[in-house]
C-alpha cells in the first residue's frame, strides 16, 4: 500500500482546479488528472484520506473506459507516466497508478445520471411525487427496487460545497443544446446497460450512476471518472433484497456512518475514526478486485 495522497502541489506544473477529488493540471494541449485518496460525503470533503482510493479509481475508470470505447470515445491520452510530458517526470512516484493524461475537452454544463434502481435521492424524489426528474414511475415501488428500464436524470454541476439540482431533459436540452443533450442520454443508457449485465456476471449491482460528457474537436466523448465507487452505487448480488438500502462497495457506507452523527453536512467535516477509514477503504479495494480483477 502507497503513502495516501491528500492533495497535490508539484512545482513546475499549472495546477488548474482542485476539485473534491481530482487535482487537474493545465500542460497546455492536454491536462493531467490526479485523482487523490479525499473522499467527500454530502459535497464536504473529509479531512482524512481514505488509502488507496485514487489508486482504485483510476483503474477501475481505465477499466471501463476501455469497455465502451465501440460506444463512445473517452478522453484518455495515456495512464503510463512514461508518456507524460518530461515536466511530469520528477514526480512519477506519485503519478503512478492515481493519474491519467487526458484530451482538453469543453464539458457539458449538465451531469448525466442513469438510474436503474430507485435509490438515495431519486427514492426520495419518488416517495414525495412518484416520478423522478419528471419521469412518472409505476407505484408501488419499493426502496432499492430494480425499475422496468433505467431511466436517464440529469442534474446541474454544482459549484464545490453546493449540492447538484436534478432537473428534467428537457431543462438539459435548454442548458446544452438539443443536439448533444440527446447524444448524451443515448450514450449514458448504452454504457450503462452494458455495464451492468457485464457488472452482474461479477456479483455485483450497478444500482445508478453519474458519467460526464464534453466536446473535443467538434465530436462528443465521455470525461472524468467512468463507473467508480465514486460515481455509482454498486451493491452485492448476493445480498441484494428491495425495501430498504443495501450494503455497497461505494461511500455509502461513510454516508451511513455520518447520518448516525450530530453533524449539519455542513464544512468543517467530522473527523473520521481510523475503523471507518479502512473499512472505507476495503470497500473501494474490493470493487477494484471485483470488477478489474486487480488485487492490492
Known sequence: MSQPVLQTDFPGLNLMARGKVRDIYDLGDTLLLVTSDRISAFDV?????????GFVLTQISAFWFRQMEDIVKNHIISTDVADYPAACQPYADVLAGRSMLVKKAKPL??????????????????KASGSICGITLPAGLLESDRLPEPIFTPSTKAELGTHDENISFEKMA????????????????????RARDLAAQKGIIIADTKFEFGVYEGELIIIDECLTPDSSRFWPKDLYKPGGQQPSFDKQFL?????????????????????????????????LFRIAGIRI
Open 255 to 287: 454516508r451511513d456512518y455520518l447520518e448516525t452523527l450530530d453533524w449539519g453536512k455542513t464544512a468543517p467535516a467530522p473527523p473520521l475514526p481510523a475503523e471507518i477509514v479502512e473499512k472505507t477503504a476495503e470497500k473501494y479495494r474490493e470493487a
Open 174 to 193: 435548454d442548458i446544452c443544446g438539443r443536439e448533444l443533450a440527446e447524444q448524451a442520454r443515448d450514450y449514458t443508457i448504452r454504457i450503462y446497460t
Open 109 to 126: 454544463p449538465a451531469e448525466c445520471i442513469v438510474r436503474g434502481y430507485v435509490s438515495g435521492s431519486g427514492w426520495k424524489d419518488y
Open 45 to 53: 470533503i473529509m479531512n482524512e484520506p481514505i488509502p488507496d482510493k
